[in-house]
């Protein structure tokens, strides 16, 4: 499986201030996926980071509230923009199509507190 | 109708008895099904993937899938209470198309 790193492990700030979490990949990957897990509830899927354009949003997320890079094929940031204490969760960075695979891994997780 | 569909839990049950883990979905043309394990404050890992009708056995681990009835089960035998975990069902709408849709996740206990 791939091996997915995420920074920072855990931060907390201050409502109205932004956060940039990065996601390293040790390989190349085709796609990289941004997803939010708030207390007690499932995986929701923010958005896919496509190399070389523009990330695409699902229903719900924006990109002023979340912008999202990925300028090659083992790294992609997410940034958490303008925080309120709603967005407290943890934020996590999944990869697929590692070696022709359609199996998705998951990074380990930003702890996210917004006071 | 939630898209994917768990029954939430608890499920417990007894340490060497078998855990049956249930998933229902709703989009009929979905190729890709999988089931994670998560702990308590970590990421989810994956257990199984499983692509056609059928059985498919990996250790002490038996996915099933039922197209037919757009159901898909985990089985897990021998239970361990380091199996107590949340398990997060998905389901990849087109093979290729990575776009994992989860459900609830069913919280399983094992007693020792």
């Known amino acids: 499986s791939a091996v997915i790193s995420q920074k920072p492990s855990r931060d907390i700030c201050q409502r109205g201030t932004s956060l940039t979490i990065q996601c390293q990949v040790d390989s190349q990957v085709t796609m990289m996926f941004w997803y939010r897990q708030q207390p007690g509830q499932s995986l929701t899927l923010i958005a896919t980071?496509?190399?070389?354009?523009?990330?695409?949003?699902e229903s719900g997320f924006v990109i002023d509230k979340f912008p999202i890079s990925r300028p090659n094929l083992t790294f992609s940031t997410l940034t958490v923009s303008n925080m309120s204490p709603e967005d407290s969760s943890i934020y996590l960075c999944?990869?697929?199509?590692?070696?022709?695979?359609?199996?998705?891994?998951f990074g380990p997780g930003t702890r996210l507190t917004v006071l | 109708q939630k898209e994917v569909e768990q029954n939430s839990g608890p499920l417990s049950v007894p340490e060497g008895a078998i855990a049956s883990l249930n998933c229902t979905y709703s989009d009929r043309v979905s190729q890709s099904f999988f089931w994670y394990r998560q702990y308590s404050g970590k990421s989810p890992e994956l257990i199984m993937s499983?692509?056609?009708?059928g059985d498919k056995e990996d250790g002490r681990f038996t996915a099933q899938l039922n197209k037919a009835s757009q159901y898909v089960s985990l089985l897990i035998r021998d239970s361990q209470p380091s199996d107590s975990a949340t398990y997060l069902c998905a389901v990849e709408r087109n093979f290729g198309n990575e776009k994992l849709t989860f459900g609830t996740g069913t919280r399983l206990t094992i007693i020792p």
């Open positions: 980071a496509n190399q070389g354009s523009e990330a695409t949003y």
């Open positions: 499983i692509y056609s009708n």
């Open positions: 999944s990869v697929g199509g590692h070696r022709g695979t359609d199996t998705q891994y």
